[in-house]
């Protein structure tokens, strides 16, 4: 496995291929070895062979491509886990993708749990604060396709009441403006969802406390966005995840 692993390595420092010989001497292997190891190889997929040379295969590149979405996505949830430490709330972080609401990560707070998923997320945008916020940055063919298979209902008495409703406190909400929701998805819970939009892409971080501290609802989020205005560039990356 070890060397099969140094041989791949070796491979993918060579961008338009190499042959067997010189890649038995780069990476430390003995010949036979080396020819027994690229038939293995080439035959799963991980390396491909053209005129005599070797280059990464599909399924190395399918690898390549997982490993930096990994890397991507702990590099969120590591600073997810700053903030909540730092701000002592918890922090979610949600992105718009295909037609649909995905939380990607959440990270809660000691002693305080952040929004129990009672409804499911998806069908219930109109309602949290992070649904809101991301519906608030799409065009409004995207909107209404997303209301039309996610009808605005009633999840809470404090829930918004109709579609018309939802749709007047949208258009009102001005771009990069905090949008903030009290018991609308949850009760006891208050919520605030900061809007972060790279080109088409629509994502939010957001955080919630217990509606006894909404207090601090405000002056966390606006922590929160300091902190993020700081770190454009990795949340820029992240929104790929």
Not at 30 to 44: C, G, I, N
Not at 196 to 223: C, E, K, Y
């Amino acid at each position: 496995m070890q060397r099969a692993m140094r041989l791949l390595e070796t491979v993918a420092g060579h961008e338009y291929g190499a042959p067997a010989k010189q890649l038995a001497r780069e990476a430390g292997l003995a010949l036979p070895t080396t020819y027994h190891l690229l038939r293995t190889l080439v035959h799963e997929g991980y390396l491909r062979r053209d005129k005599g040379l070797f280059f990464l295969g599909e399924a190395a590149e399918r690898l390549s491509s997982s490993g930096a979405q990994q890397k991507r996505r702990s590099t969120v949830v590591d600073t997810l886990t700053r903030w909540r430490e730092m701000i002592g709330v918890p922090v979610y972080y949600a992105v718009y993708r295909e037609g649909e609401i995905d939380v990607v990560c959440a990270s809660d707070a000691p002693g305080h749990a952040g929004a129990p998923e009672w409804a499911d997320f998806r069908e219930t945008g109109h309602a949290h604060a992070v649904g809101q916020c991301l519906l608030s940055q799409l065009d409004e063919e995207a909107r209404r396709d997303h209301l039309d298979r996610h009808p605005v209902r009633p999840v809470t008495p404090y829930t918004v009441r109709d579609e018309h409703s939802l749709l007047r406190r949208l258009e009102r909400t001005r771009r990069g403006e905090l949008v903030i929701e009290r018991q609308e998805y949850a009760l006891g819970t208050v919520c605030a969802a900061i809007p972060i939009t790279v080109g088409s892409a629509a994502a939010t971080m957001a955080i919630s406390v217990p509606v006894h501290q909404d207090d601090r609802l405000l002056p966390a989020a606006q922590r929160l966005q300091a902190e993020m205005d700081r770190m454009v560039g990795t949340l820029t990356l992240s929104i790929s995840i």
